[in-house]
């Protein structure tokens, strides 16, 4: 398997743009998280779905943010209108929920820059 | 906020001594997992360690559970300088993260 997947690595737009993150999960997961890293506030846990439906949103910063998953093979982050403090690493992980387990497995991570 | 919690902040050995770092959990768990992050990169998870476990290992890895004082530590035995990295704890409760222990094994 070729691991978790996001697409871009690297994005730079200027403030006021519209950024799209792409995720595709490893396959046979059936949960899939999103988190955002910088130095100041650390790894932050955005948004999590299990079986392509949202559980617990209550780490998106505000309504510029938002997040899709309409199949179990592809997720999406959006932010709109961008801003430079959204400028960070963002992070797609997938799981296997079994047991009570969630173990997650971590994409590359798409590196943000607003300018 | 998050509930697992990293300390130390960050630990600098030398390459073939052990290193110990531990998180500390607020509420009742089912399991607890430890991952490591080289710089720039998406976490890897290192090992998972269930409520009714007190010790596991994997490796050069040790990891100890007190489920009554809602702790756990983590040691790396005989580290190698392939071990400078961030590593986290998270709780199935709640997979969020603490700031995490930055570990600088010196050659």
């Known amino acids: 398997d070729a691991g978790v997947i996001q697409s871009p690595r690297h994005e730079v737009t200027e403030m006021g743009q519209e950024v799209t993150l792409r995720c595709k999960p490893i396959?046979?997961?059936?949960?899939l998280f999103w988190y955002r890293q910088t130095m100041m506030r650390g790894l932050e846990l955005l948004i999590y779905f299990n079986n392509n439906v949202p559980i617990d949103d209550s780490g998106m910063p505000e309504d510029r943010f938002s997040a899709k998953m309409p199949n179990a093979s592809f997720s999406t982050l959006k932010i709109q209108p961008s801003e430079p403090r959204d400028s960070a690493v963002y992070f797609c992980a997938s799981s296997l929920m079994a047991s009570g387990s969630y173990e997650q497995y971590f994409g590359p991570g798409t590196r943000l820059t607003v300018t | 906020s998050q509930q697992g919690e990293e300390d130390p902040q960050a630990l600098s050995i030398q390459e073939g001594e052990n290193a110990t770092m531990n998180c500390s959990y607020k509420?009742?768990?089912?399991?607890l997992q430890w991952y490591r992050q080289n710089s720039g990169r998406g976490l890897v998870h290192l090992i998972l360690?269930?409520?009714?476990?007190r010790e596991k290992h994997s490796g050069r890895l040790r990891v100890t559970l007190d489920t009554s004082k809602k702790s756990s530590s983590l040691l790396i035995t005989a580290s190698r300088a392939a071990d400078t990295a961030s590593y986290f704890c998270a709780t199935d409760d709640d997979m969020r993260f603490g700031a995490g222990t930055r570990l600088t094994v010196k050659p």
């Open positions: 509420t009742s768990i089912n399991n």
């Open positions: 360690i269930r409520s009714n476990e």
């Open positions: 396959s046979g997961h059936n949960s």
